[in-house]
């Protein structure tokens, strides 16, 4: 299937969850998913049979910058070999998004790693805690706002 | 907690509970600095849970500050510090589809020849630490001799032995010295035997057999929705290879073929198939080294190197096979001359995030095979 029919057959599907797509330019084909329903979107690209996503390849924090934080997903389909990209978009003060882990055990780890240098939290998540830095590690340092902290544990960090 | 049921003379009356037992930070199964807090009921695993992030650099954040994409190369080398090559690889072809740059016939033929002469290194640091963890020391040293031999080749390309800053955004950072092909040649000769050596050595050896068939079985379908990749994903029986399947850099067009498991002396996916990949794969790349040696154009390897790197606004994943499985860089450029965002996608990271669903119902010995047959290296999987 070409990224195009991908995204009709998901708005026909979930009519008001598509907030832009793309099929063209220097970037993976992508749709921009609403935050509360990536969840069902994902659960229903896995179990639709002419989709059959079935892998999911990578999912990324990103920090846009003024104020907007994001998601994304690159999905391929081992069974029908496409692929594509979804991203959700959520604000920083109050970065909530819905957990794919359920969908894909894989997203597991990749959602804690988005939690722990985003703080991006996911709901539905089993076991959402830091996996990279320390339990006691303060701020999210992949935010382009994050100021590397003058002390840690009393020790001075040296840069 | 079924399994401690099943063991001999234990009775339902004896009152039992589980126990917490840390294996690492510093143990040497564990291939570097990973902590495991296992819950076992005597002898039997219950749960695994894996604690990363004590090699934590956050190359994600240097990669942002550094002043051009350039720069991110040697802190690429760092991740995978077994495979260098093929982590440049990924990151320079990520560049080049950002760049929209051809690079030169002579630098892509190196550039295979290079990445498959890393992976067969990989593979054998893989196996033979593999055999001591089991117990076989002597296996070791073998490996060890032979993968001498490939950074001795490294050595005499780019002066460096492990972490080569070799590949390059549109080139190579040298030439290859001038008896390049020959040494190559030389090497798949002399190795092609080895690995006769190495089957009867240790993997048809009897002791080995029973420590790794039956252990630790993943079975397909539950390894793609682990996101699984490279020999984990191919020890399960799945026919799955980037270099073939979703082909990059020149890879269509050499032969070669790709190993599954097969459940020989075992079940489909258990840690001897995901060893067995390996030695297969062993094989493979050199078929493929010896096609690629063979037809190295002359050129000059300098000639696509941008003078100025500084992609438009946009964003790919791309994705390439290494040693470990599959390797994702995620590069959000915008317009600079350095990457807005940097994501990379370790396959042992996600590989290792399936050991707890591997592990339960082992016993503790087992753990250790199961951690063996995934190949961590802990400088990928913390970054």
């Known amino acids: ?159 | 907690m079924e399994a401690a049921l099943t063991i001999p003379g234990f009775h339902r009356s004896l009152k039992s509970h589980e126990m917490v037992l840390n294996m690492g930070p510093q143990h040497p199964s564990t291939h570097g600095v990973l902590r495991l807090e296992l819950i076992v009921d005597g002898e039997v695993v219950i749960d695994v849970v894996p604690h990363i992030g004590y090699l934590h650099r956050c190359f994600e954040k240097h990669a942002e500050h550094m002043t051009n994409y350039q720069q991110v190369i040697p802190y690429c080398d760092r991740m995978d510090y077994i495979a260098a090559m093929n982590n440049d690889l990924g990151y320079a072809i990520a560049c080049e589809k950002l760049l929209a740059i051809k690079v030169p016939e002579r630098v892509e033929y190196i550039r295979v020849v290079m990445a498959e002469l890393q992976r067969i290194a990989s593979h054998l640091l893989a196996i033979g630490t593999y055999g001591m963890d089991i117990g076989a020391f002597t296996p070791f040293l073998y490996c060890f001799r032979d993968r001498e031999r490939i950074l001795d080749i490294f050595e005499q390309t780019c002066g460096a032995r492990l972490l080569y800053n070799y590949i390059w955004i549109g080139g190579l950072s040298h030439d290859v010295p001038v008896d390049f092909q020959q040494k190559v040649k030389d090497f798949c000769d002399a190795f092609r035997p080895t690995i006769r050596e190495l089957n009867q050595l240790l993997t048809y050896n009897k002791i080995f057999i029973e420590r790794t068939a039956n252990v630790g079985v993943l079975p397909a379908d539950v390894a793609i929705n682990y996101g699984a990749s490279g020999p984990v994903l191919r020890g399960s029986g799945v026919k799955w290879d980037l270099r073939r399947n979703d082909p990059y850099s020149i890879y269509d067009r050499f032969e070669f073929d790709i190993p599954v498991g097969l459940g020989e002396v075992g079940t489909v996916g258990d840690c001897w198939d995901r060893y067995i990949v390996r030695v297969r794969e062993m094989e493979q790349s050199l078929r493929i080294i010896e096609q690629a040696v063979a037809s190295i154009p002359a050129g000059n390897v300098q000639s696509a190197i941008p003078k100025r790197i500084r992609p438009d606004a946009a964003d790919l994943y791309v994705r390439t096979e290494t040693p470990k499985g599959e390797l994702g860089y995620y590069i959000i450029a915008d317009g600079t001359t350095s990457p807005f965002r940097v994501k990379v996608r370790p396959p042992t990271f996600v590989n290792l995030s399936i050991l707890p669903a591997m592990s339960r119902g082992a016993m503790i010995a087992d753990v250790i095979a199961i951690l063996g047959s995934i190949d961590i290296v802990l400088g990928e999987v913390d970054r």
């Not at chain 1, 220097?26 to 639709?48: G, K, N, Q, T, Y």
């Not at chain 1, 998601?71 to 991203?87: D, E, F, N, Q, W």
């Not at chain 1, 920083?92 to 790693?113: F, I, L, Q, Y």
Request: one cysteine or more.
């Open chain 1, 1 to 159: 299937m070409i990224p195009q029919e991908i995204f009709d057959s998901i708005k026909a599907k979930f009519p008001k969850s598509v907030l832009e797509e793309r099929s063209t330019g220097v970037h993976d084909p992508f749709a921009a998913i609403a935050p509360e329903s990536i969840r069902d979107v994902c659960l229903f690209l896995r179990d639709d049979d002419a989709l059959a996503f079935d892998f999911l390849m990578c999912l990324s924090g990103v920090d846009y910058t003024g104020g907007k934080l994001g998601v994304v997903y690159h999905l391929h389909s081992m069974k029908r070999g496409h692929k594509i990209a979804l991203k959700v978009e959520v604000p920083a003060s109050n970065p909530h998004c819905g957990s794919v882990e359920s969908v894909w055990k894989t997203a597991n780890w990749h959602e804690r790693e988005a939690f722990d240098l985003f703080g991006i939290v996911f709901d539905g998540h089993p076991d959402l805690r830091r996996i990279l830095l320390p339990d006691d590690w303060e701020g999210h340092p992949l935010r382009k706002d994050y100021q590397v902290p003058e002390y840690y544990h009393g020790m001075k960090v040296p840069y």
